[in-house]
Structure formats: structure tokens, C-alpha cells
């Protein structure tokens, strides 16, 4: 998959994961997608990490251990791009601090990722910036006045 420099290396990046069964579009349900896409955006760019495919029966089955990999596999990822997401699979990506989106219809990864890039440059709504934090340590001054 192709990336987008410059690739900056002072600043952290946010890794964000599609859900994709041909890795070119965010066209797959959660539980049954083949392939998570991964990449790590900066505002001025992003990069591709890696592409984790899931192999077996991932049909909508009432079988939650097929989410676990998953799970896994985005665990450092602050973002997760959908076609679909059902209820308990929805819960544990949020109980691992990864933001869920859903999408309305099948849309490119590359075109969801200029969007974000853009609006990375701007000011990004409080769940983006809350998603953007992930990993990073949360520091809490007491000794400020309020």
C-alpha cells in the first residue's frame, strides 16, 4: 500500500486500522473482515505499518473468539474504520481505548486518511483529540491554580 510523506520523526503518530476484505476500502463488518490495514498518520503525513489477515470461518456466528485476534492485533491502534460493528465487538474496541467509526458505504483507505491528515492540520473535534493521545502519558499539574 502506498504512504504519504513527509514522514515526520519528532512527532508521535497516531496508528489508525481499517477493516477491509481486498485492502484497498473500508468495506468490511468487524468480526468478519479478512484483513485489518494499519497505518500511522501525522498531520503532514502517514505511513503503512502492516496488514493483519484473519483466516477461518469469520462469519457472524455468535463465535467472540474470533474477536480476541483482532483485538489484539489493533491494540496500539487509536482508531478503527468500519463498515459494520456489532454490539460486543463494538464494547471490547472501546474497552481497549480504540475509537470505533463506522463508515456509510464503502469508502478508499487513502481517501479517509487525506480527510483525517486534514483535519489533524485544523482543529480536530474532542473525540479525535482524545484518540490522539492514546499511549501518550496523561500529566496532571496539581500545583497550577485554577
Not at 454490539?87 to 472501546?94: C, I, K, L, P
Amino acid at each position: 500500500m502506498p504512504w504519504r510523506w513527509p514522514r515526520p520523526f519528532k512527532e508521535k503518530a497516531m496508528k489508525v486500522a481499517f477493516a477491509t476484505q481486498e485492502l484497498q476500502r473500508v468495506e468490511a463488518h468487524f468480526g468478519w473482515a479478512k484483513n485489518l490495514a494499519v497505518f500511522e498518520l501525522w498531520p503532514n503525513g502517514y505511513s503503512f505499518v502492516q496488514t493483519h489477515s484473519f483466516d477461518g470461518d469469520l462469519k457472524e456466528d455468535g463465535d467472540e473468539d474470533k474477536l480476541a485476534p483482532k483485538i489484539e492485533a489493533i491494540k496500539e491502534c487509536a482508531i478503527l474504520y468500519v463498515a459494520a460493528i456489532g454490539g460486543s465487538g463494538a464494547a471490547r474496541v472501546v474497552a481497549n481505548r480504540i475509537h470505533p467509526v463506522k463508515v456509510a458505504q464503502a469508502e478508499p483507505i487513502l481517501d479517509i486518511l487525506d480527510k483525517l491528515q486534514e483535519v489533524l492540520k485544523g482543529t480536530p473535534a474532542p473525540w479525535l483529540r482524545k484518540a490522539m493521545q492514546k499511549g501518550q502519558e496523561r500529566v496532571i499539574n496539581f500545583e497550577e491554580e485554577v
